[in-house]
């Protein structure tokens, strides 16, 4: 059976001259896609533990080169603007999730002065937000396919393009359809808290090839001090992403009337191949 992959945007962008990009905060009648939009609500305080950050040096270089001010995009915890701002440039942080900004505004209270002044905290939505002020450099860490329809991923990138300066650069960090799996499991930890406690996690990925979609069941099991992991208490998490290819991300960008201004592989800087695990674009408006 053939599958065709980009569907949705081949009937916004060929077969149906009448319609235009959607406005911004454009939702369904129904949301499919609504109990896989939960994120890390009830396990925030633990993403941290788990997280990645191979990519900080790559967005601090960035940063040194085109300048505050910053925008980061579904910011959670504060993973990447923490260290921009410690680093010396003024950052904006949009972040959706209640309990991720509860550890980001934590985490911010505990900066130095200076440093906190640079950093302004927004609660907001990613495909829809009007800040009033264009940015030098925007960034979406990992979290593209969070906009998991269509007119989502069309209305975000029509934000981005309204708040970059003209010279300025987004960041479209993605992990490319093409190289997923159908089916993975993971396991981390523990991760040692300073009382002691130790923090598992366990992960589940299973992906739609045919609908589009990832989801990510995650289990944490939080063990006190002195009991065995058995005793632990454990927290179950559901989360959903689309999955997006090459073409169909390349019809995106030019629908948004982005170019792109670089392109790697890796956040070493190797060039991207369609072997790469991850692709990173670096767009400015056209």
Same mark, same amino acid.
């Given at each position: $059976?053939?599958?065709l992959?980009?569907? %949705? ?13 959607p ?7 129904? /949301? ?8 890390? #609500? ?5 993403? /941290? ?7 900080? %040096? ?23 603007? +923490? ?25 911010h ?10 950093l302004?905290? +927004? ?11 264009? *940015?030098?450099?925007v960034?979406?860490?990992?979290? *593209? ?5 269509? /007119? ?14 003209? #010279?300025?650069?987004?960041?479209? /960090?993605? *992990?490319?359809?093409?190289? $997923? ?5 993971f ?17 589940? +990925? ?36 689309? +999955? ?18 670089? #392109?790697?592989?890796? *956040? ?19």
């Open positions: $059976m053939t599958v992959r980009c569907a %949705p945007l081949l009937f916004y962008y060929g077969w149906s001259q009448s319609v235009r990009c406005t911004a905060g454009v939702v369904p009648l129904v /949301d499919e896609y609504k109990h896989l939009r939960g994120g890390y #609500e009830s396990s925030a305080r633990f993403y /941290d533990l788990f997280a990645e950050n191979d990519d900080i %040096p790559f967005y601090t270089e960035l940063a040194m080169q085109y300048g505050s001010p910053v925008l980061d995009l579904a910011a959670g915890t504060g993973r990447v603007a +923490i260290p921009l701002v410690r680093a010396g440039f003024e950052v904006t942080a949009l972040e959706k999730s209640q309990s991720m900004l509860s550890v980001f505004r934590s985490k209270k505990s900066l130095p002065t200076d440093a906190r002044e640079r302004q905290v +927004i609660k907001g939505d990613m495909t829809s937000f009007h800040l009033g002020q264009r *940015f030098s450099l960034l979406i860490p990992a979290s *593209f396919g969070h906009a998991m329809t269509t /007119d989502e991923q069309l209305s975000l990138l029509s934000c981005v393009r309204e708040h970059l300066r003209p #010279e300025g650069v987004f960041v479209l /960090d993605l *992990f490319p359809g093409g190289a $997923m799996p159908e089916h993975a499991v396991e981390e930890g523990p991760v040692t808290l300073s009382d002691g406690t130790k923090v598992y996690r366990r992960g589940v +990925i299973d992906c739609d090839l045919v609908r589009q979609i990832l989801t990510l069941r995650e289990t944490f099991t939080v063990v006190p001090p002195g009991r065995q992991k058995s005793e632990g208490t454990t927290i179950e998490e559901v989360s959903g992403a689309a +999955i997006l290819f090459n073409r169909e991300v390349d019809l995106l960008i030019r629908m948004s009337r982005l170019r792109v201004r670089g #392109e790697y592989g890796g *956040f070493d800087g190797r060039p991207y191949t369609p072997e790469c695990g991850r692709r990173i674009l670096l767009l400015a408006p056209k």
